[in-house]
């Protein structure tokens, strides 16, 4: 999860705060209390009930100040980092099938799709490349590339630093179409990107609105308000969805940083419910429950058709958490010392701990079939975890 120093403002007005260092405390005392220093919550004892392990790891660069997340077709998993670093390796056994350097840092990645690997970078390039590894073509767009870019159907959807989402073609990155908006004066910048589903792009903006698209033309099909600012100041009213939205059945859900989580009906736009519940990097939906990661630790078992809680796991107080990963009858969640942390689908209680390394959890795990998932550190370590 990005700590601080992402935790600045894509655009503000001057006057909104003295000082950029005034700008980043404040918004710092907003999401983790008035010490910016306050420590993650000591680790609580609990009888293990499961044990996870380990199944391999693979060494990418750091990621400096970008997320990453792996993407995994046909057997194979593909990993980006910061330095430039793009690799292709087995799941089964995390063995390299090759690796290269894109020659420039990259601060998106990875997507896959229509026989491609895209990532991004901060100059705002998008690179594809074949499944060997070879660069197919280059595409420059507004501005920096922070989310991994996602195809569907013969057009690359790319998210920017700016809020445009653009539209490219598969075969040879040339513009199809552009989606744009209006920014509130402060804004989180953010690696939410889009998620795609049945040929529909859902993404999520500052100020709290959720955006469905036509993946085919770019073309609004409707537009929802998540979360609502509120606030007299520019700070207090930052209300931005900063993950990525969750789609499942007939309804898309989305959380926002001093907003709400909603579930917005996908065919119409309209809100089914919402709740009070802040969240950065946002949450996990299966089988009939919403999961999602509070900004303050806490986690959250929500009913998907009313909001209503299940349970409240509080005990993972300023551990910075990613995303919550359902899977059958656990939740996992990664932190910012590199644990991951295991809890009961029913109860919320702890079943088991594993830590990957010391490094911090990137915001997003990846299912890796039914019984495992992939987490990507901020140090540029990538784990396979099993839960059998």
């Not at 998540?226 to 931005?240: C, M, N, Q």
Request: glycine residues 10%; neutral net charge; hydrophobic residues 40%.
């Amino acid at each position: 999860m990005r700590l601080i120093p992402l935790l600045v403002a894509a655009s503000f007005a001057v006057s909104a705060c003295t000082t950029l260092t005034d700008l980043k405390t404040d918004i710092s005392e907003r999401m983790f209390g008035r010490d910016e220093a306050d420590p993650p919550a000591e680790l609580v004892d609990f009888k293990a009930t499961l044990t996870p392990k380990v199944v391999w790891s693979y060494k990418l660069g750091e990621s400096g100040t970008a997320d990453f997340m792996p993407a995994i077709a046909e057997g194979f998993i593909y990993a980006a980092s910061g330095d430039g670093t793009i690799a292709r390796v087995d799941a089964l056994n995390g063995k390299q099938a090759w690796k290269i350097n894109a020659g420039e840092r990259l601060t998106g990645g990875v997507g896959l799709g229509d026989q491609l690997v895209l990532v991004g970078t901060p100059s705002g390039y998008v690179l594809a490349y074949d499944l060997n590894g070879k660069l197919v073509w280059k595409s420059k767009v507004s501005s920096e590339v922070l989310s991994a870019p996602q195809v569907n159907n013969g057009v690359v959807v790319v998210r920017c630093g700016d809020s445009r989402i653009f539209g490219l073609n598969v075969k040879d990155g040339a513009r199809k179409w552009v989606y744009e908006r209006t920014t509130p004066t402060l804004a989180l910048r953010s690696s939410a990107g889009v998620t795609i589903a049945d040929d529909t792009v859902y993404a999520g903006f500052a100020g709290g609105k959720l955006v469905a698209l036509r993946a085919d033309d770019g073309n609004t099909l409707w537009e929802a308000s998540v979360a609502l600012p509120k606030g007299t100041t520019e700070l207090e009213r930052i209300a931005d969805i900063t993950s990525l939205p969750v789609v499942d059945g007939p309804l898309v859900y989305a959380a926002a940083y001093q907003g709400r989580v909603a579930a917005v009906d996908r065919k119409t736009g309209h809100v089914a419910w919402t709740r009070d519940i802040s969240s950065y990097t946002g949450l996990g939906v299966e089988e009939a429950r919403v999961y999602v990661s509070h900004v303050t630790g806490a986690v959250f078992a929500l009913d998907y058709s009313s909001g209503r809680t299940f349970w409240r796991q509080p005990d993972l107080k300023n551990r910075q958490l990613s995303a919550p990963l359902p899977m059958g009858g656990v939740v996992a969640v990664g932190d910012v010392e590199g644990y991951v942390h295991f809890m009961d689908r029913e109860e919320g209680q702890f079943v088991a701990r594993l830590q990957t390394g010391k490094s911090a959890i990137m915001p997003q795990p990846v299912a890796l079939g039914t019984n495992g998932f992939l987490v990507q550190t901020r140090k540029g370590e990538l784990y396979a975890v099993s839960v059998k």
